[in-house]
Each structure stands twice: as structure tokens, then as C-alpha cells.
């Protein structure tokens, strides 16, 4: 199983970037992609998820507007669209898989708790 990151990298306020997260190992239409983001000092945090099984996605709200998720099955990637970037989106962001759908995303009671992990991309956002 790999879920391997990459289009991480240094933008100005205001720029954008687009992250994809390839997929490989196991039956990606059985599975919810999420996208989250570990600024240093902080602790990680979901930015966002889509489900292949029925499509739903999910946001929270300080990138709603901002970042876009999209899945393409056929080739088993999934992208985050980043615009109107600021200096607090500098962070690791991780891409994670999920057996099943996004219901856990506004639950407050989930643990988070992933069936896979990426290692991870580093984006930058300069004032």
C-alpha cells in the first residue's frame, strides 16, 4: 500500500498550489481520501475529505472557498487545489485513506484514525 504526496513547495500570500496524492495497493472506490496539514508547533489537523464511494466531500471552514478536493478513479489520485494561499496554511500536508465514507469528518467523537498515511508534502506560504 503507498499513498505518496507530491506539488508541495514555497508560494507568496495570495498564490496557489495544487497537491496530489497517488494511490496504490489497495480498492481505491472503497475508500474516503482525506487531506490534512500539520503546521510546525501545532498538532494535525483534517483540511478535507472525499468519499469514492458516493462522492461526498467535507471542508472545514478555515479552507472552505479556498481549496478544492477532487478524485479521479481511473487514476487513482486525488488532488487538492489551493488558492488565495496565506502565510497560516504553511504546513506538512498529509493525504490519508479511510475504509468506507467521510461520515467521521465533523464528528467530533472520531479519533482521526486512518488506514493509511502518506509521508507527507511541504508547502510554504511567504508574506
Known amino acids: 500500500v503507498q499513498l505518496v504526496e507530491s506539488g508541495g513547495g514555497s508560494v507568496q500570500t495570495g498564490g496557489s498550489l495544487r497537491l496530489s496524492c497517488a494511490a496504490s495497493?489497495?480498492?481505491?472506490?472503497?475508500?474516503?481520501i482525506s487531506w490534512f496539514r500539520q503546521a510546525p508547533g501545532k498538532e494535525r489537523e483534517k483540511i478535507s475529505c472525499i468519499s469514492n464511494r458516493d462522492d461526498e466531500i467535507y471542508y472545514e471552514e478555515g479552507v472552505r472557498g479556498r481549496f478544492t478536493i477532487s478524485s479521479d478513479k481511473g487514476e487513482q489520485t486525488v488532488a487538492l487545489q489551493m488558492n488565495n494561499l496565506e502565510p497560516g496554511d504553511t504546513a506538512v500536508y498529509y493525504c490519508?485513506?479511510?475504509?468506507?465514507?467521510?461520515?467521521?469528518?465533523?464528528?467530533?467523537?472520531?479519533?482521526?484514525?486512518?488506514?493509511?498515511w502518506g509521508k507527507g508534502a511541504l508547502v510554504t506560504v511567504t508574506s
Open positions: 490519508a485513506a479511510r475504509l468506507g465514507t467521510c461520515w467521521w469528518f465533523n464528528n467530533k467523537d472520531h479519533d482521526g484514525a486512518m488506514d493509511y
Open positions: 495497493g489497495f480498492f481505491f472506490e472503497n475508500y474516503a
